[in-house]
């Protein structure tokens, strides 16, 4: 185990409704890296949180966003839940971003999130 | 572009044939890392192998190796007398030093199924 937890381990939610999901990072890790992984599909970056501050962002829209709390643990919320938002979400954390450089990344469990 | 691309999409073979799993990736920058994952049925994403772009030379481990040729741009993770426990899916990213985040790029995936 990577000591990277997440929490539900499972979601259900309807259309236009609103989710947060949460990731609890591997002690002494200060970056949280989102992950989209739709089914039969690989992992897409959605975007990544270092010291409480955004640093990177795939392409997703601005319903998609995030927190880093002084703890390191992080969130994504999702506003206004689409159908093709049903997917495995997985956040790693690692040691360093920006100018430190990053560490190795340490994949949670995921939140299955179901929209229907 | 960056891109991965594993055109593998399932892998079956019998327990101790060796099988190959291909990756081609693309990316401008001369600087960048390339890395192996393997995700099993829980969902959890667990690091294989992680090697940078000025480093060619081979890697094995154990019953598994790796082929790193950027004159192709390929990345090829071999397993060696395969067991039912390799049974997964096998993710090939590419994670581009030029962009701050360092963000893994993943293919689509090879699913492996090993019979006994």
């Known amino acids: 185990e990577t000591g990277v937890t997440q929490s539900p381990t499972h979601l259900i939610k309807t259309r236009g409704q609103q989710v947060t999901l949460r990731c609890s990072s591997q002690s002494g890790h200060n970056t949280v890296s989102w992950y989209q992984q739709a089914l039969g599909q690989g992992p897409q970056f959605i975007f990544q949180y270092y010291r409480e501050e955004e640093n990177g962002r795939g392409n997703f829209p601005p319903r998609f966003s995030g927190l880093q709390f002084p703890n390191y643990s992080s969130e994504l919320n999702v506003n206004a839940l689409e159908l093709d938002d049903s997917a495995l979400y997985l956040c790693?954390?690692?040691?360093?971003?920006?100018?430190?450089?990053?560490?190795?990344?340490?994949f949670g469990p995921g939140t299955r999130l179901t929209v229907l | 572009a960056q891109k991965v691309t594993q055109a593998q999409t399932e892998i079956s073979v019998v327990e101790k044939e060796d099988v190959t799993l291909d990756c081609v990736y693309e990316?401008?920058?001369?600087?960048?890392?390339l890395f192996w994952y393997k995700q099993p049925p829980s969902g959890e994403l667990v690091f294989l192998i992680r090697?940078?772009?000025?480093?060619?030379q081979n890697e094995i481990s154990g019953r598994y190796s790796w082929n790193f040729q950027k004159s192709t741009s390929s990345f090829n993770f071999t397993i060696t007398a395969s067991q039912v426990v390799d049974s997964a899916v096998y993710f090939c990213?590419?994670?581009?030093?030029?962009?701050?985040?360092?963000?893994?790029?993943f293919g689509s995936g090879t699913r492996l199924l090993v019979r006994p």
């Open positions: 990213a590419l994670s581009p030093r030029m962009d701050s985040s360092y963000k893994l790029i």
């Open positions: 990316t401008r920058d001369t600087t960048y890392y």
């Open positions: 790693a954390s690692s040691l360093g971003g920006g100018r430190e450089g990053l560490g190795e990344q340490f």
């Open positions: 090697r940078n772009s000025f480093d060619e």
